[in-house]
Every structure is written in structure tokens, then in C-alpha cells.
């Protein structure tokens, strides 16, 4: 503003401005509040997809189970009210076990049941299944529970420990990382503009710290840089999500402890079951898909068979 200027609207255009601000921040809060209400009950049913409460951000609606293996799971309920079989899911009915399988395991991976069993037998393992293919799934699934189980109770549990309680409650399970896909992809080509190469350093997590060290090399730098990125995309947010910008070694912020939980989380995750997932090294981008609370978690434990909730341990 030129000096001597004289601003004909006098102090009353400052007024306005900020009653204008205030107007429009109203406004598109209400606006948010309404659209995320229509957006989660209206314009689903637009979509034509409806999500499925149990869980972020996810429908199960398909035709993906045959009526041939609705039929047999029938008959089968019938012969064995309880399971043969069951190694992981115990303490259930086999027709509580069959509502988790329609929820979870075939609705997570949107595939029929015979992708993992032979109809005729549910209980059937190994070579009474009658196809090694279906067979070695069965066994993956069977380790992929386990996994669950093993990361809501051993890692999710951790997050409590800032504020007493986990994030939102939400929990892992199959559509976590699977979101309606048999093969899910870790290191998608599209994923972003990092070196195609690029993973987690999970052989390292200490190369992450480098501000403040003077001994860092300038590939450490990058490769800091890189997972940062990382980061900010598979979630959806900026640097400040996590670090005080004025100071970002500091910890103020109870999303950098959750990440660094998370990503020693990955680390277990690659050491542990990396065989069970075709070799391939998981990334922060297979579970968040840009979103900060992953879209095909469980929302809440109640949704989930206690064996696989955070809350359960097996002593009890
Ligand atoms: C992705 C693989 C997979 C799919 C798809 C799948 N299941 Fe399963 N199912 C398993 C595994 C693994 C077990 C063993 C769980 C355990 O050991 O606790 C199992 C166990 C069962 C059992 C317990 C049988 C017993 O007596 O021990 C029933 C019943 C069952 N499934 C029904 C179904 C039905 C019905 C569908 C389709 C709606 C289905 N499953 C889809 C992997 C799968
Ligand atoms: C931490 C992420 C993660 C979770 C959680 C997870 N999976 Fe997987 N799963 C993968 C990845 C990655 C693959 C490997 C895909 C490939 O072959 O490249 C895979 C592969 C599989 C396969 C083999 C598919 C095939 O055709 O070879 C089955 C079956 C499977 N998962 C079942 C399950 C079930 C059932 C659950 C829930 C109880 C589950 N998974 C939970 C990441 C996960
Ligand atoms: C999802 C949370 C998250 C986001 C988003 C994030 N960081 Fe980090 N950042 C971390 C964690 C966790 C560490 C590692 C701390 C450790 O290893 O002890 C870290 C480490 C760093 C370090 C090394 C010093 C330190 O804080 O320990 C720098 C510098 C850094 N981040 C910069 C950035 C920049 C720049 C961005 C945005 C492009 C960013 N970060 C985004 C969580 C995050
Ligand atoms: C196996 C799936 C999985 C993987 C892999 C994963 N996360 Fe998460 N993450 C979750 C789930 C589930 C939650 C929600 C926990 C809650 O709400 O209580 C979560 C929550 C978080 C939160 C807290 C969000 C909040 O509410 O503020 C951060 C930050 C986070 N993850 C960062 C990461 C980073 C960084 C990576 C990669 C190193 C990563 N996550 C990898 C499943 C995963």
C-alpha cells in the first residue's frame, strides 16, 4: 500500500474481510459435515456401491460366492455344527466361522469359496483338498490369519501407548491389504516418483535419522528423503502430519510415533511372513492407499472374531 494512501472503506473493510472468512470457514465446515454424512450414506447408494459398516471405506457387494457353495456350506452347518478343522479361528460355531468367511475372508479377497476349499469338505487340508493349487492358498490363508491375529495384538497394540488408547480402534484384516483383490501389490509401477528400486530400509531404520548427524552421506540424505515421500503419499499428507516443522527431529506429534511404529511393524512383517506374500517387501502404501486410516480395516474389534482382536490374549 502506497505510503499517505488513504483506505476509503476504513477500518469497516477489515471487518468484512475476516466476517467473510469466518462466513466461508463456517460454511464449508457445515458443508463437509453434510457431504461426509451424504457421502457415506447417500451418494454410496448412488455409486451404487454400498459399504459395508464393519468397515473404512470398503463394499463387499459382488457376486463373487457361487450358489453352489452357499448350498454346500449349508449342508455342511448341518452335518458339523462345530468345526473339524480350525486351527486359528477357535471358539467358534462352524457357522459363525461361515459368516466370517462370506464377511472377511472370501469378501476381503472378493473370491468363491472354492478359491481356498473343496466344497465337499470345508475342513479338508493338504492333499484331501484334491488340487495342490486350492491346497497351498488354504495354507496361505491359514497363515495369513495367523498374521492377523499377530499384528493387531503384538503391534497395533503399541499405538496405545501415546495417549492411552489406539488411534480410532480400527484393526487389520484381510481387505486391509488385500481390498477385494487375491494378489495384492505392495509396490504398485504407478505408485509414485521414486526410483522403481526404492523400498523401505527395513535392513536399517537408524539411516532414517540423519538431521543434526554430520557423518550422514549424501545417499543417506536421499534415501531419508525418499521414505519420507513415501510416507506423506501413502498417507495423503504433508510433513507436518508427523513433524514440527520448525524442528522436525522433535516428537511432539503423536502420528511421527505411530509411524515409526508402523514401520518397525513392516519390518516384522517382511522378516516374518515376506515368504507367505510371494517375496514381495511390504510398503506403507499396501494397508494406508492414501488414506490416513486404511481403507478395508475393521473399524472396531466388536466387528472381528475375538482371536484376531487386539484386546485378545490367548492366557485368558
Ligand atoms: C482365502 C481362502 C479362503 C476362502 C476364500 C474361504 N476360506 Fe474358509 N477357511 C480358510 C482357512 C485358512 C480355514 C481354516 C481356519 C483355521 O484353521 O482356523 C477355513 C475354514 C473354514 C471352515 C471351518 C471348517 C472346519 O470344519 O474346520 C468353514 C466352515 C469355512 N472355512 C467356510 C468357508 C466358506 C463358506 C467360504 C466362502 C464363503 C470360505 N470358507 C472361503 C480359508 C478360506
Ligand atoms: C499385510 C498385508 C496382508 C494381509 C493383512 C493379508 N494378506 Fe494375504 N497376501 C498379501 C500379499 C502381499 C500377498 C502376495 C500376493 C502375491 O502372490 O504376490 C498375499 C497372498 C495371499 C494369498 C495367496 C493368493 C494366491 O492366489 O497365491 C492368500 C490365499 C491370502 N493372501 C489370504 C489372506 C487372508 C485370508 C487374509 C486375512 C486373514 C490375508 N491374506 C491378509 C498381503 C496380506
Ligand atoms: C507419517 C509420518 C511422517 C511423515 C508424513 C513425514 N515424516 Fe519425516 N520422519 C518420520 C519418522 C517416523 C522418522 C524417523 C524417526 C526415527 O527413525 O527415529 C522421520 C524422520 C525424518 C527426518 C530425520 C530427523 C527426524 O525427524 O528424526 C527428517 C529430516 C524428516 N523426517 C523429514 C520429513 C519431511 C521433509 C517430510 C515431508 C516430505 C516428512 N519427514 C514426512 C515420520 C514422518
Ligand atoms: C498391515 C497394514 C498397515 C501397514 C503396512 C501400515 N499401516 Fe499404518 N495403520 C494401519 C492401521 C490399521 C491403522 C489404524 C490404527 C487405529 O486407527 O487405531 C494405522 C494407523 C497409522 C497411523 C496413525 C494415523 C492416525 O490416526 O493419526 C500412522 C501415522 C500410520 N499408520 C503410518 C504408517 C506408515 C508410515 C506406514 C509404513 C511404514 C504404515 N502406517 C504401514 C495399518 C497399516
Known amino acids: 500500500m502506497r505510503r499517505g494512501f488513504k483506505n476509503p472503506y476504513g477500518p469497516n473493510l477489515g471487518f468484512w474481510a475476516v466476517f467473510l472468512l469466518v462466513t466461508v470457514l463456517l460454511l464449508s465446515g457445515a458443508l463437509w459435515v453434510l457431504s461426509f454424512v ?19 471405506n470398503y463394499s463387499t457387494a459382488g457376486d463373487y ?20 478343522n480350525a486351527q486359528i479361528l477357535t471358539g467358534m460355531t462352524t457357522s459363525e466361522i461361515w459368516s466370517f468367511m462370506t464377511a472377511y475372508v472370501a469378501g476381503g479377497l472378493q473370491v468363491d469359496c472354492t478359491y481356498c476349499h473343496n466344497i465337499n469338505n470345508f475342513a479338508a487340508d493338504g492333499a484331501e483338498i484334491g488340487d495342490d493349487t486350492v491346497a497351498a492358498r488354504k495354507d496361505n490363508a491359514r497363515l495369513h490369519l495367523q498374521m492377523v491375529a499377530d499384528l493387531n495384538q503384538n503391534w497395533l497394540t503399541q499405538l496405545a501407548a501415546i495417549e492411552g488408547k489406539q488411534p480410532s480402534g480400527a484393526q487389520v ?8 483383490e487375491p494378489i495384492p501389490t505392495a509396490w504398485p509401477e504407478d505408485l509414485h516418483a521414486l526410483p522403481d528400486d526404492y523400498r523401505l530400509p527395513l535392513d536399517n531404520l537408524d539411516v532414517l535419522l540423519v538431521t543434526g548427524n554430520l557423518d ?11 521414505t519420507m515421500y513415501h510416507f506423506s503419499e501413502s498417507l495423503s499428507v504433508g510433513c507436518t502430519h508427523c513433524h514440527n516443522s520448525r524442528y522436525f527431529p522433535s516428537w511432539e506429534q503423536p502420528a511421527k510415533y505411530y509411524a515409526l511404529t508402523m514401520l518397525q511393524m513392516a519390518q516384522h512383517i517382511r522378516d516374518n511372513y515376506q515368504d507367505t506374500m510371494n517375496g514381495q517387501e511390504p510398503s506403507c502404501y499396501l494397508c494406508h492407499r492414501n488414506e490416513v486410516r486404511p481403507p478395508g480395516a475393521a473399524q472396531a474389534e466388536v466387528f472381528l472374531p475375538e482371536v484376531l482382536r487386539s484386546s485378545y490374549s490367548p492366557e485368558e
Open 216 to 226: 550422514v552421506s549424501l545417499d543417506a540424505v536421499q534415501y531419508n528423503q525418499h
Open 173 to 180: 484384516i484381510c481387505a486391509t491389504c488385500h481390498l477385494g
Open 38 to 56: 451424504r457421502g457415506t450414506v447417500v451418494s454410496a447408494a448412488e455409486d451404487e456401491v454400498i459399504l459395508n459398516q464393519a468397515y473404512i
Open 65 to 84: 460366492v457361487s450358489a453352489e457353495s452357499n448350498a454346500a456350506i449349508q449342508a455342511y452347518i448341518a452335518e458339523f455344527p462345530q468345526p473339524q
